[in-house]
Nanobody, 126 residues
Framework: VQLQASGGGLVQAGGSLRLSCVASGRTLNIYTMGWFRQAPGKEREFVAAIASGGQTKYADSVKGRFTISRDKSQHMVYLQMSSLKAEDTAVYYC?????????????????????WGKGTQVTVSS
């Protein structure tokens, strides 16, 4: 499975940005897709995930501001980010896993996630 993320960029605090990720290859068994991020000098952290059936999970830090969605027919996952803050600045990584959403969410740093895409930089200026 290959994951390709896009949509990062520079945005002012309070603004919005939408990240996209497309999966290719052997996508049939992917159950959970999601996003992690890594800020400078910090460990990678869970942001949001969505299961095949539509169940979603969010980190407390992004609840109410970020929305994850998925287009299974196109093998895509999106992260709509609103009310962005300077602390949201990070490299955002798309992830895919063959297991349940709870397993992905529990991996706060994503150490055991099955598949990773290259990151996309999000910079929020204050």
């Amino acid at each position: 499975v290959q994951l390709q993320a896009s949509g990062g960029g520079l945005v002012q605090a309070g603004g919005s940005l939408r990240l996209s990720c497309v999966a290719s290859g052997r996508t049939l068994n992917i159950y959970t897709m999601g996003w992690f991020r890594q800020a400078p000098g910090k460990e990678r952290e869970f942001v949001a995930a969505i299961a095949s059936g539509g169940q979603t999970k969010y980190a407390d830090s992004v609840k109410g501001r970020f929305t994850i969605s998925r287009d299974k027919s196109q093998h895509m996952v999106y992260l709509q980010m609103s009310s962005l803050k300077a602390e949201d600045t990070a490299v955002y990584y798309c992830a895919a896993d063959l297991r349940l959403i709870g397993i992905v969410e529990s991996q706060k740093k994503g150490d055991d996630v099955d598949y990773w895409g290259k990151g996309t930089q999000v910079t929020v200026s204050s």
